[in-house]
């Protein structure tokens, strides 16, 4: 079990990869952000074919982070996302790497059984480009006296 204390500033986890295909794009997307250019595999529109919706990316990569982190800590939420950016189109066929980086750490001033983590989190395609950022608070229990 991961506890505040083992959150490091500067630290650097990789959650492993996952290849996107058109059917997952389309699936979510018919529930999620239907637009065209995310449920439409002939559309050519403003990217050039078919994209994921940047809330898949986003959703892709919190599964990678809390079954690679989250799972194994004692996690208490997070009171929300600072920063989420979608820099490049995610296109079927492409991998994509989940890692994360602890950019800085305090305990809490009201609550000494928690402090927070602020973490910039990333997806990498198969050409080593950042396709999506995420900056965001987490809660994390404190080692127990």
Same mark, same amino acid.
């Given at each position: 079990?991961?506890?505040?204390?083992?959150?490091?500033?500067?630290?650097?986890?990789?959650? *492993?990869?996952?290849?996107?295909? $058109?059917?997952?794009?389309?699936?979510? $997307?018919?529930?999620?952000?239907?637009?065209?250019?995310?449920?439409?595999?002939?559309?050519?529109?403003?990217?050039? =074919?078919?994209?994921?919706? *940047?809330?898949?990316? $986003?959703?892709?990569?919190?599964?990678?982070?809390?079954?690679?982190?989250?799972? %194994?800590? $004692?996690?208490?939420?997070?009171?929300?996302?600072?920063?989420? #950016?979608?820099?490049?189109?995610?296109?079927? =066929? %492409?991998?994509?790497? *989940?890692?994360?980086?602890?950019? %800085?750490?305090?305990?809490?001033? #009201? %609550?000494?059984? #928690? *402090?927070?983590?602020? =973490?910039?989190?990333?997806?990498?395609?198969?050409?080593?480009?950042?396709?999506?950022?995420?900056?965001?608070?987490?809660?994390?229990? #404190?080692?127990?006296?």
């Amino acid at each position: 079990m991961q506890y505040w204390e083992d959150f490091e500033v500067g630290s650097e986890t990789i959650h *492993g990869e996952h290849e996107i295909t $058109a059917d997952e794009i389309v699936r979510f $997307a018919k529930e999620f952000d239907p637009q065209p250019f995310h449920v439409d595999p002939d559309i050519e529109g403003p990217f050039g =074919g078919l994209i994921a919706s *940047g809330w898949h990316t $986003a959703s892709l990569y919190m599964g990678m982070f809390v079954r690679n982190v989250l799972l %194994d800590s $004692a996690s208490m939420g997070s009171p929300g996302v600072e920063e989420l #950016r979608w820099l490049v189109p995610v296109r079927p =066929g %492409d991998v994509l790497t *989940g890692r994360s980086r602890v950019v %800085d750490a305090w305990p809490s001033e #009201r %609550d000494p059984g #928690r *402090g927070t983590i602020i =973490g910039e989190h990333e997806l990498v395609n198969q050409r080593g480009e950042i396709v999506m950022r995420m900056r965001a608070r987490g809660f994390i229990a #404190r080692r127990p006296a």
